[in-house]
Structures are given as structure tokens and as C-alpha cells.
């Protein structure tokens, strides 16, 4: 039996749309309160910072999260 996961559909379905995901669409993917999902974007954009990246608060680079969070590779 083969399992699609909510956040795999989301993934294929705004595969090419804004470069930047709000806290409503990383609530979606993550399946989490908006609170958890707020400082799990405020961690990654200081992770960004360190890199020496420019950061949007209440927004995270697309591409930055789905790699962080195991949803795409270093070649996608």
C-alpha cells in the first residue's frame, strides 16, 4: 500500500508559486499550531542570519524550508 502524505500533496499542488511560505502554509505542511510553527521560522531565519542571508520576519524561503525539513534533496 502506498501512503501520500497532506504534505507531499501541498508540495506538488505550490510547487512553482511564491519564493517565500507564510505561517498559514508551514501550519498546513507541518500539521502544527501556528505558535510552534512561528518559532520554528523564527529558528530557521536565525539559522539564515548566520549564514549571513536576509531574512523576512513571519516569512521562510521556500526552497530553505522544504530542504529542512526532509521534503527536498541538495539536487532538486
Known amino acids: ?5 497532506k ?7 505550490c510547487s512553482d ?3 517565500y511560505l507564510g505561517v498559514d502554509e508551514v501550519m498546513e ?3 502544527r499550531k501556528r505558535s510552534f510553527c512561528y518559532t520554528l521560522m523564527k529558528k530557521m531565519n536565525k539559522e539564515l542570519e548566520s549564514m549571513g542571508k536576509y531574512t523576512v ?20
Open 1 to 5: 500500500m502506498i501512503r501520500i502524505l
Open 7 to 13: 504534505s507531499e500533496i501541498y508540495i506538488r499542488r
Open 17 to 19: 508559486v511564491s519564493y
Open 29 to 31: 505542511i507541518t500539521g
Open 57 to 76: 520576519s513571519g516569512k521562510i524561503p521556500r526552497k530553505y524550508f522544504l530542504k529542512r525539513m526532509g521534503f527536498e534533496t541538495e539536487a532538486n
